[in-house]
């Protein structure tokens, strides 16, 4: 079942994000929700758009026809996740949401195929081109992903073994609030009910399979609780690292904006000289992904490690081994 809803809240994203025009309530009923009753509908729509927008997709509303006072529409302006996509900090991984969570998982992008196929034989006008702001610049590759992001779906407790660094990995009982990116690394925020206190745990760290245990809707998340800030006051601050970077000149301004530009007419790795050097004081390895989302048009100079990275997560994007 928390699979299904999580098809389902992948298919209603994309579907209004590729929406040339506000589509109309009963034309999705008709496309997702086509065996639910007329209470079911309301209910489950209602409850899909909340958990959407707290995610931090922007539904917007608005009228099928300009000149009648009909039935509102619903879709997701894509200019509005533009920008959040590409700067990829910890803040803006929340806002892209759903979509650059769990991307790469196989039976999701089956999903994403299936919300096209429905719209085209509809005859619904769409605009694919639009996916292209939630392709899978993030990863969310550790096998326990899918056991909390579903459990935090629908509020069940997980039960995990969790392997500090130095020690044995120890039995973990937790009520999960919300999965996080932080640092460059996945996190589940929650309530450890053995310490009985707010908690949070690197998803690398969980060693075997995670269980979701009991029923679900076992407890409620507190009100007004922000897990990206409970993420930043428990994980401890990585140190700073400097990046250089060269960018190809007129792009990658998310990148300048976070950086400092040093050099202008820097001969580049294409042997042109149009690309400028910039420095980021504090990167991380969000800078990784970052790079990626801009392409052709951004190098990682230095530091090693992290230029190392990008190398790799490009061999495996063409499925070449790495040295």
Do not use: C
Not at 4 to 26: C, F, G, P, S, V
Not at 294 to 313: F, N, Q, T
């Amino acid at each position: 079942m928390a699979a299904e809803k999580t098809e389902r809240l992948l298919n209603l994203l994309i579907m209004l994000l590729i929406q040339r025009r506000y589509i109309a309530k009963d034309r999705v009923r008709a496309l997702l929700y086509p065996d639910s009753s007329d209470e079911a509908f309301e209910r489950m729509f209602e409850r899909d758009k909340d958990d959407l927008r707290s995610l931090g997709v922007p539904i917007e509303v608005g009228q099928l026809d300009a000149y009648f006072d009909d039935e509102p529409g619903y879709r997701v302006r894509s200019d509005e996740l533009q920008l959040p996509d590409i700067e990829l900090s910890a803040d803006e991984a929340q806002v892209i949401g759903l979509a650059s969570k769990v991307w790469e998982h196989a039976r999701l992008a089956e999903a994403t195929t299936g919300a096209v196929r429905k719209l085209t034989a509809a005859g619904v006008p769409i605009d694919v081109g639009a996916l292209d702001l939630v392709a899978p610049r993030l990863n969310a590759d550790e096998p326990a992903f899918d056991v909390f992001w579903e459990a935090v779906r629908e509020r069940r407790v997980v039960e995990f073994a969790y392997r500090r660094p130095g020690g044995e990995p120890a039995l973990r009982r937790l009520q999960p609030w919300g999965v996080v990116r932080y640092s460059g690394r996945w996190y589940v925020v929650g309530h450890d009910l053995d310490r009985d206190d707010e908690r949070v745990f690197r998803l690398s760290r969980v060693e075997g399979e995670a269980q979701a245990v009991g029923e679900a809707a076992a407890y409620d998340v507190p009100a007004g609780v922000d897990i990206r800030e409970v993420a930043r006051r428990l994980v401890p601050a990585p140190p700073a690292t400097v990046v250089t970077l060269l960018l190809r000149a007129g792009t990658g301004h998310s990148l300048r904006r976070a950086g400092e530009l040093r050099e202008t007419g820097v001969v580049g790795p294409d042997g042109a000289d149009e690309w400028d050097r910039v420095v980021l004081d504090r990167g991380g390895p969000d800078v990784v992904s970052a790079v990626l989302a801009h392409g052709a048009d951004a190098v990682l100079e230095s530091p090693p490690e992290l230029r190392s990275e990008v190398v790799a997560r490009l061999r495996s994007l063409v499925g070449e081994p790495s040295p």
